[in-house]
T-cell receptor, first 113, second 111 residues
Framework: GAGVSQSPSNKVTEKGKDVELRCDPI?????LYWYRQSLGQGLEFLIY????????KSGLPSDRFSAERTGGSVSTLTIQRTQQEDSAVYLC???????????FGQGTRLTVV | EDQVTQSPEALRLQEGESSSLNCSYT??????LFWYRQDPGKGPEFLFT???AGEEKEKERLKATLTKKESFLHITAPKPEDSATYLC????????????FGQGTTLQVKP
């Protein structure tokens, strides 16, 4: 079946603009995660969804970052008033109920100029 | 605080030269230790999950092992197509499936 799908693949935005990144998880996976991978850095956890609820938002770096999930499926990560330090690859992953392996999308490369 | 450390950062091997990658973890209540492969410009691809010390899993030229403090990814007779970054991650005390990743080991296999 289809894997985790993210869009867009690449996004270039001007500093101060808002951006929305989209994630379509594997059908039936109730757990969804957002991670960030900066150049030369490991993957950094941002937020976890179980269904439409976000019980763990501990990794969001500032209040400019927010995320939502609707219908237990698609999730959107929004970054407001983007800064250059937000430039990174944003990865989405899903897993069945938060147990076992998580499957990743190909990521969205965000560049803030 | 949960922590995962991988070594070496980079590894160059000749085709056929076997070696091991190390992943040390400090995680309370480990629920699983994961290995992923990441190719440039792509998302991590799942390889293995290990749940308890002494467990081993194999896939082609790769074998992953787990102790109470470390995991190893053994690569036997590697080929150039095994070149990638290998990521280790632990699912620990959060009870949410959130993964704590190491920095990765970038493997280059030369023909």
């Amino acid at each position: 079946g289809a894997g985790v799908s993210q869009s867009p693949s690449n996004k270039v935005t001007e500093k101060g603009k808002d951006v929305e990144l989209r994630c379509d998880p594997i059908s039936g996976h109730t757990a969804l995660y957002w991670y960030r991978q900066s150049l030369g850095q490991g993957l950094e956890f941002l937020i976890y969804f179980q269904g439409n609820s976000a019980p763990d938002k501990s990794g969001l770096p500032s209040d400019r970052f927010s995320a939502e999930r609707t219908g237990g499926s698609v999730s959107t990560l929004t970054i407001q008033r983007t800064q250059q330090e937000d430039s990174a690859v944003y990865l989405c992953a899903s897993s069945p109920q938060g147990l076992g392996e998580a499957f990743f999308g190909q990521g969205t490369r965000l560049t803030v100029v | 605080e949960d922590q995962v450390t991988q070594s070496p950062e980079a590894l160059r091997l000749q085709e056929g030269e076997s070696s091991s990658l190390n992943c040390s973890y400090t995680v309370s209540g480990l629920r699983g230790l994961f290995w992923y492969r990441q190719d440039p410009g792509k998302g991590p691809e799942f390889l293995f999950t290990l749940y308890s010390a002494g467990e081993e899993k194999e896939k082609e030229r790769l074998k992953a092992t787990l102790t109470k403090k470390e995991s190893f990814l053994h690569i036997t007779a590697p080929k150039p197509e095994d070149s990638a970054t290998y990521l280790c991650a632990a699912d620990g005390s959060s009870n949410t499936g959130k993964l704590i990743f190491g920095q990765g080991t970038t493997l280059q296999v030369k023909p």
